[in-house]
Structure formats: C-alpha cells, structure tokens
C-alpha cells in the first residue's frame, strides 16, 4: 500500500465516523501522525464522556500501540475551538475533512442544519487553516455530485449538478468553494512573489492551496479484525448497514426501494467500494498533494473513489446472505425519491494519477462487514 511517511501530522475531522476512522487507521499504518476531531453525532458514542472514544481506543489496538490519538470532541461549526486545536497542535501540517451531515433524505428537512455545519463548517475550517498556514486538504466529496449522469461509467469529466438533495448541494458547492479557494492562492501568491521582488526581499510564503476532491461512491464494509466498523445513530438510511442489522435481528426486513428500474434486475446499481479500500484512498491522495507539491504543482482536482463494478441491490442482498449463511428478509417497495438507477464510477484517473485502486471484492466487504456487525450487534454503543 503505502510508503512510510516522514512522521507528518494530519488533523482528520470527522475521524470517528466510519470512513474517518478507517483513514485515521490507515494514516497510522501508513507512518503518519494524527490528530482527531468530531462531535459524535454520527455514530452510536455520541454523548459518551469517554476522553477517548471506542472507535479509537480499538484502533490503537489495531495499530499495536499504547501511545493515544489526540482528540478533541469538537464540532467545526465551533471556529473557538478549531482555533484551540491549530493552536496546541502546530506541527498539523494537512487536514482530511470528512467531517460533516450525510443524511440524504434527512437534509431535506433539515436545510439550515445541513448548510450550517457544511458549509459554515467547512468555512470556518478553511479560515483557521489559513490563519495557521495550514493549506493542504484532501476532501470527502460524494458521487451524488453527479446527479443522474448522461453515461456509465462516469468519469470525472461527468457534469456535476446541485439538483439531487440539500446534502448533495452541500458537496457540490463545497467543491467549488475549494477550487475557488485554490485559484485565489495562486493570484495571491504570484501578487506577492512580485512585490517581493520589486522590493528586493526573499520569498519566504507560500499561500497557494492544495485540495483534492474525492468523490465516494458506496464505501462498505469494515476493517477485517472486525473491532471497527459502522456504528450508525438511530436507523441506518443506507443499504449495507441496515441489512447488517436486519442479519443480527435489530430490524425486521429490508425494504428494498424500486425493482422497476431500467437495468438487469429492475433494482438500482451502485458501485460499492470496501471502507478500507476507500480510506487508503485518501492516504494516496494526501501523498499526491505530497509529491505535487514537492515538484512546486498546487491543484484542486476531483477523484472518483470506486471500484469501477456495478452491483444491483438485489445482488448485495444475495452477497450479503452468502457472507451470514441465509437468505435475508426482504420486501420490495415504491421508489425513494432522489434515487437514479445508475452510479457505477470511472475510477481510472485515481487508478492512474493517485496509484490507488480498489482491492477488495464485494464478497470481502460482505464478509468483513459480517464479521463486524456480528462480533458488535449494536456498534459501539455497548461499550461506550
Ligand atoms: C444504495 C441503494 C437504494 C436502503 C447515498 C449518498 C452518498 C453516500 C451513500 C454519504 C439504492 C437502495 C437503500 C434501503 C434500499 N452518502 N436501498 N433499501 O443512495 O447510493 O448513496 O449514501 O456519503 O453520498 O448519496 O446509498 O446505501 O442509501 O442506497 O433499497 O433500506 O440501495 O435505493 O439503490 P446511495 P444507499
């Protein structure tokens, strides 16, 4: 995978999530050091008073250490104490922001609290990194950015519309927040290098930004020990995981929404990326930006992380079964709204330009995502 890294620190907000504490793990594995901010309300710790919560503790034995994580039980919408965090930490030299509201169908009803933490968020993040000299970020952007896309597989190339969901705005508006945010540094930055010449001095600042934008197709699964995984708050609204509670008996059956649509089996097709995969996703993005920057390139550039395979619903649900040893209970129901039939990536660009591919299989997402929900029917929450 990757290369040891000369001991950097990265701040990964939203590290206790599920794709933010499988990067956390990997950043570790991969020679870093990290620094872990997130205001739990994402998964089933939130409220816990534990200094350290579940999800890292297991990840320190993951990792085989002793020595803690660093982390601040922060939400980004609290500049304060972004602040309080740069500055006990100067040695953060890149962030990996995955903090954030991810609820499609709830971002519909809930607009301000969706703009408010992603956006405003997000922009108080961007202003702190700045204030700290901090201007390295690699972003968890969505595949829901492109909509309902004109062609299969999509490419990066792929228009990116902000029709789908309030969420699915908040990501697409981000994305050009950042490209926005990159230009401006290069103007910046050239402004000033002149200055400095006309005035004789040194060039001793950089302010050029480097982002880069990864857009998650359908992370699944969990680390193959089984001590992490996806520990959602309150009822899962995506596939996997709620199948996973239905296999340990917290639910009933799945609903499964819509077998009319126009591909093989009439159920919708998505490209399914196991969570690990998806997290060494982000090491390999934060090493570009690394090796970029080494070569005096700054760019803000967008990266499908997917494994390039389609699978329908009904083709998880038997994988799924095979993975727990029954068939799982299922009832088809009308369509969900804002669902498009179609979102299978072109993962060739990350593949070519990030050195990054997908490794696992869909029976290894299965089967690791069992082993996870099995060993911890109710996530964390029994230990927190
Ligand atoms: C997958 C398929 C459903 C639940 C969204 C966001 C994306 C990312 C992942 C945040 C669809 C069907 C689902 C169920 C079902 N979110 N399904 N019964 O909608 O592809 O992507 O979540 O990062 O940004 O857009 O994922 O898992 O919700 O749905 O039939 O109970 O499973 O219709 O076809 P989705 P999903």
């Known amino acids: 995978m990757s290369t040891k890294n000369s001991a950097e620190t990265v701040l990964v907000t939203g590290g206790c999530g599920y794709v933010g504490s499988h990067t956390v793990l990997s950043l570790l594995e991969s020679g870093y050091k990290v620094v872990v901010l997130d205001n739990l309300c994402n998964t089933t710790e939130s409220g816990t008073t534990a200094a350290t919560p579940e999800a890292l503790k297991r990840i320190q034995t993951i990792v085989g250490t002793t020595e803690p994580i660093p982390f601040y039980p922060v939400d980004i919408v609290d500049r304060a104490s972004l602040v309080m965090i740069f500055q006990a930490h100067p040695e953060i030299s890149s962030v990996i922001h995955c903090a954030g509201l991810k609820a499609v169908g709830e971002s519909g009803r809930r607009p301000l609290d969706y703009y408010n933490v992603n956006i405003s968020g997000t922009l108080n993040l961007l202003q702190v990194m700045e204030d700290f000299d901090v201007r390295r970020m690699v972003f968890s952007s969505s595949a829901t950015v ?3 896309p004109p062609k299969i597989p999509i490419p990066e190339t792929s228009p990116i519309i902000a029709s789908m969901s309030t969420y699915g ?14 230009v401006a540094s290069e103007i910046k930055q050239k402004e000033y290098e002149q200055e400095q010449r006309r005035l004789g001095a040194k060039i001793i600042k950089d302010y050029r ?26 009822t899962p609204a995506n596939l996997t995981p709620f199948l996973a509670q239905v296999a340990v008996g917290n639910l009933e059956k799945l609903s499964v929404y819509g077998n009319d649509y126009p591909t093989k089996d009439g159920t919708c097709i998505r490209d399914y990326l196991h969570v690990v995969d998806c997290a060494n996703g982000h090491v390999a993005a934060l090493q570009k930006i690394e090796r970029e920057e080494a070569c005096n390139n700054y760019e803000c550039k967008a990266y499908n992380l997917g494994a390039g395979i389609g699978y329908s619903v009904l083709e998880v649900i038997r994988a799924f079964s095979k993975a727990v040893g029954r068939d799982l209970p299922y009832v088809i129901v009308p369509r969900r709204s804002g669902d498009v039939p179609n979102l299978t990536s072109d993962a060739s660009l990350a593949n070519k330009e990030l050195n990054w591919k997908a490794e696992r299989s869909l029976d290894d997402m299965c089967v690791d995502l069992w082993r996870w929900q099995s060993q911890n029917p109710r996530g964390y929450s029994s230990q927190a």
């Open 209 to 234: 930004w480097s982002a880069l934008l990864l857009r998650y197709f359908n992370p699944v699964g969990a680390h193959s020990s089984g001590l992490i995984g996806e520990s959602p708050f309150g």
């Open 169 to 182: 705005r908040t990501k697409v508006f981000l994305e050009h927040i950042l490209r926005d945010l990159c």
């Open 146 to 148: 492109y909509g309902d």
